[in-house]
């Protein structure tokens, strides 16, 4: 079997090498990120693989800080009369004892390009273009080895791309990529192995079977995150309870109910985080729309509805005052966003007199209880934004990505699926309170269909 690809992952202090190997790894707790400088000390490395098979080996490097000195000192190590090729100036270098103090970080970078086929160079594309950066770039290419610069932060305000690409262009290196550590562009990962493949062809095989790997499991990813949602989806439409009328049955209902979706909610985002290589404390300083792993606005309350451009609808509306959503043309109770609030609360129905004898005849007798369209429609909308979010999202991201209204439209305006308006006529499909069998064949057939619909909303940008 051949060796995996060595690739030393290099450039100037706090340019992003880490971060790039986190979102390249899908790691985030892959070495240490920090707006310090110096941050990576030591060589660090890591594997990619493609369908079980290494094809990558990645290694992080400490950044490089005196280009400029060094580049003067391997200068007094050349003998006199004599000339040596870059290779044997640096090995010349690492020879030497300041290799071992003042420049041991160089030294470290040095080292792992000369055992490696090719670099990254990373580069943040918000600094200038100092006389460091081309020493720098003088001592990696004395190692004789392609180097492939990566373009990062290049949606920043203040990005300088164009500078960088020329700068890079007058030493020779017109390959170049653009992959931003914190957004990944659509496609950025493959550009980046094919940028790669066009310095090392005889690889190239090994390199396209790595996309079509990393392709793979992007597709698979997407398709099971959204089996996560439609899931959930159908466990509280299909949410249905018979309850008494009285204040404190009705109470004590819609409080088990709040609890229960929330509940029902949190196991769906754990297992999205978990899926996309995320976790709660990851994202603990990251408002993704999370806080310390949760939502931070809450699910039942009407400016999350608002905030996402939901209508109340007539039930939700006339319920309000009340603090539960009454729906009176249906007669049933149901679980609207405002049911956290108003006279449940306060302890008492009196309120509810203002409706009139009508409303005060649906609440005589048996209910049934059920999660409002509107809610439905709101925890839709939160794990659209949650997925857009992870699947855009680099490993060492530290803000937000937005979800667009277009591309939710049709969950805030348009008709619930039918798979959910199927699910409201089966209690038994619900796994929110209960246990649905395993054998509901039709169950299974509406969260297939509910996730295929979940998928084409086109949340995930494929391999990035």
């Given at each position: 079997m051949t060796d995996p690809i060595r690739i030393a992952v290099v450039g100037h202090t706090n340019t992003g090498k880490t971060s790039l190997l986190r979102t390249l790894l899908r790691d985030t707790r892959f070495g240490e990120v920090s707006d310090r400088p110096s941050t990576t000390r030591h060589v660090e490395g890591a594997r990619l693989l493609a369908d079980g098979t290494p094809i990558l080996s990645l290694f992080d490097t400490p950044?490089?800080?005196?280009?400029?000195?060094?580049?003067?000192?391997?200068d007094t190590l050349a003998p006199a009369n004599a000339r040596s090729d870059g290779p044997e100036r640096i090995r010349r270098f690492l020879d030497s004892a300041e290799a071992r103090a003042r420049y041991e970080q160089e030294a470290k970078v040095l080292r792992q390009l000369l055992d490696s086929d090719a670099a990254f160079y990373v580069v943040d594309v918000r600094d200038p273009v100092l006389p460091k950066h081309r020493?720098?770039?003088?001592?990696?290419?004395?190692?004789?080895?392609?180097?492939?610069?990566?373009?990062n932060f290049v949606h920043a305000p203040e990005s300088r791309e164009a500078q960088w690409r020329e700068a890079m262009a007058r030493v020779g290196l017109h390959a170049q990529v653009r992959f931003d550590t914190v957004a990944p562009e659509l496609g950025g990962e493959r550009r980046l192995y094919e940028a790669l493949a066009t310095l090392l062809d005889n690889r190239r095989g090994e390199l396209e079977h790595l996309i079509a790997s990393r392709e793979r499991d992007a597709r698979s990813r997407h398709t099971a995150a959204a089996r996560l949602v439609a899931e959930l989806l159908i466990d509280v439409a299909a949410t249905r309870q018979q309850i008494d009328a009285d204040e404190r049955a009705i109470q004590q209902a819609v409080d088990a109910l709040h609890q229960a979706v929330r509940a029902?909610?949190?196991?769906?985002?754990?297992?999205?985080?978990?899926?996309?290589?995320?976790?709660?404390?990851?994202?603990?300083?990251?408002?993704?729309p999370l806080l310390d792993g949760r939502w931070e606005d809450d699910l039942f309350n009407p400016e999350s509805l608002r905030s996402m451009g939901i209508s109340l609808g007539k039930g939700a509306a006339a319920g309000a005052a009340a603090?539960?959503?009454i729906d009176l043309l249906a007669g049933g109770l149901t679980l609207g966003a405002a049911a956290a609030l108003g006279a449940i609360i306060g302890g008492t129905w009196q309120s509810l007199s203002d409706y009139g004898?009508?409303?005060?005849?649906?609440?005589?007798?048996?209910r049934e209880l059920t999660v409002d369209d509107a809610t439905v429609r709101l925890l839709a909308l939160r794990q659209q934004h949650l997925l857009r979010a992870l699947a855009g999202r680099g490993h060492a991201a530290l803000t937000p990505v937005e979800l667009s209204a277009q591309e939710v439209s049709r969950w805030r305006d348009a008709s619930l699926p039918d798979a959910l308006e199927l699910a409201r006529a089966h209690p038994d499909w619900s796994g929110l309170i209960g246990s649905p069998r395993d054998d509901m064949s039709d169950r299974q057939q509406a969260i297939d269909t509910l996730a295929a619909s979940v998928a084409a909303d086109k949340t995930d940008p494929d391999a990035r």
């Amino acid at each position: 079997m051949t060796d995996p690809i060595r690739i030393a992952v290099v450039g100037h202090t706090n340019t992003g090498k880490t971060s790039l190997l986190r979102t390249l790894l899908r790691d985030t707790r892959f070495g240490e990120v920090s707006d310090r400088p110096s941050t990576t000390r030591h060589v660090e490395g890591a594997r990619l693989l493609a369908d079980g098979t290494p094809i990558l080996s990645l290694f992080d490097t400490p950044g490089m800080e005196d280009a400029i000195a060094l580049l003067d000192y391997i200068d007094t190590l050349a003998p006199a009369n004599a000339r040596s090729d870059g290779p044997e100036r640096i090995r010349r270098f690492l020879d030497s004892a300041e290799a071992r103090a003042r420049y041991e970080q160089e030294a470290k970078v040095l080292r792992q390009l000369l055992d490696s086929d090719a670099a990254f160079y990373v580069v943040d594309v918000r600094d200038p273009v100092l006389p460091k950066h081309r020493d720098e770039l003088t001592l990696l290419a004395d190692c004789a080895r392609p180097i492939l610069p990566v373009l990062n932060f290049v949606h920043a305000p203040e990005s300088r791309e164009a500078q960088w690409r020329e700068a890079m262009a007058r030493v020779g290196l017109h390959a170049q990529v653009r992959f931003d550590t914190v957004a990944p562009e659509l496609g950025g990962e493959r550009r980046l192995y094919e940028a790669l493949a066009t310095l090392l062809d005889n690889r190239r095989g090994e390199l396209e079977h790595l996309i079509a790997s990393r392709e793979r499991d992007a597709r698979s990813r997407h398709t099971a995150a959204a089996r996560l949602v439609a899931e959930l989806l159908i466990d509280v439409a299909a949410t249905r309870q018979q309850i008494d009328a009285d204040e404190r049955a009705i109470q004590q209902a819609v409080d088990a109910l709040h609890q229960a979706v929330r509940a029902r909610e949190q196991r769906c985002v754990d297992a999205l985080l978990a899926l996309y290589g995320f976790s709660e404390n990851d994202l603990s300083s990251a408002p993704l729309p999370l806080l310390d792993g949760r939502w931070e606005d809450d699910l039942f309350n009407p400016e999350s509805l608002r905030s996402m451009g939901i209508s109340l609808g007539k039930g939700a509306a006339a319920g309000a005052a009340a603090g539960v959503g009454i729906d009176l043309l249906a007669g049933g109770l149901t679980l609207g966003a405002a049911a956290a609030l108003g006279a449940i609360i306060g302890g008492t129905w009196q309120s509810l007199s203002d409706y009139g004898d009508r409303l005060l005849g649906k609440l005589t007798g048996s209910r049934e209880l059920t999660v409002d369209d509107a809610t439905v429609r709101l925890l839709a909308l939160r794990q659209q934004h949650l997925l857009r979010a992870l699947a855009g999202r680099g490993h060492a991201a530290l803000t937000p990505v937005e979800l667009s209204a277009q591309e939710v439209s049709r969950w805030r305006d348009a008709s619930l699926p039918d798979a959910l308006e199927l699910a409201r006529a089966h209690p038994d499909w619900s796994g929110l309170i209960g246990s649905p069998r395993d054998d509901m064949s039709d169950r299974q057939q509406a969260i297939d269909t509910l996730a295929a619909s979940v998928a084409a909303d086109k949340t995930d940008p494929d391999a990035r």
